[in-house]
């Protein structure tokens, strides 16, 4: 199992990747190239950006890909209130209580490695 598979954060990312796909599949088909598209890439940037930095060398580059999935979550958060203005929803609620629960994780994952970011440079060993 690698690493990435035990983070909690990674597991509620790809289940949240896993509905937005569901959800984007009854948007209307002029959308494939556009709100589907964008909606998709962003949900599974969260997990991928949350796995590459896991098998990064430091807490540093992890730090990094962490903030990375932070923003992609940001956009996805965006677009689906994008998608609900434009109609192409019948519920969202469930997605948001997602993205809210991935972002409260990826926000405790983020001070934990800070801390040991800073315990690291404070010439704790890693």
């Keep these: 199992m690698r690493v990435h598979h035990r983070l909690e ?4 990312a790809m289940a949240l990747a896993e509905e937005v796909y569901r959800l984007t599949y009854g ?7 556009g709100l589907t598209s964008q909606m998709r890439r962003a949900a599974v940037s969260v997990p991928s950006n949350i796995a590459e930095g896991a098998a990064r060398g430091s807490n540093k580059e992890f730090l990094h890909y962490l903030l990375i999935a932070r923003g992609s979550l940001s ?6 209130l ?3 203005r434009l109609s192409y929803l019948s519920e969202k609620e469930s997605t948001m209580v997602q993205i809210e629960k991935v ?10 490695v800070k801390s040991k970011a800073l315990g690291v ?6």
Aim: proline residues 3%.
């Design 121 to 126: 440079r404070e010439g704790n060993e890693e």
């Design 82 to 84: 994008l998608a609900d």
């Design 9 to 12: 954060a990674w597991q509620e």
């Design 75 to 80: 956009e996805l958060d965006t677009q689906l």
């Design 103 to 112: 972002f409260a994780l990826l926000g405790g994952l983020v001070k934990s």
């Design 27 to 33: 948007f209307p088909k002029e959308e494939a190239y």
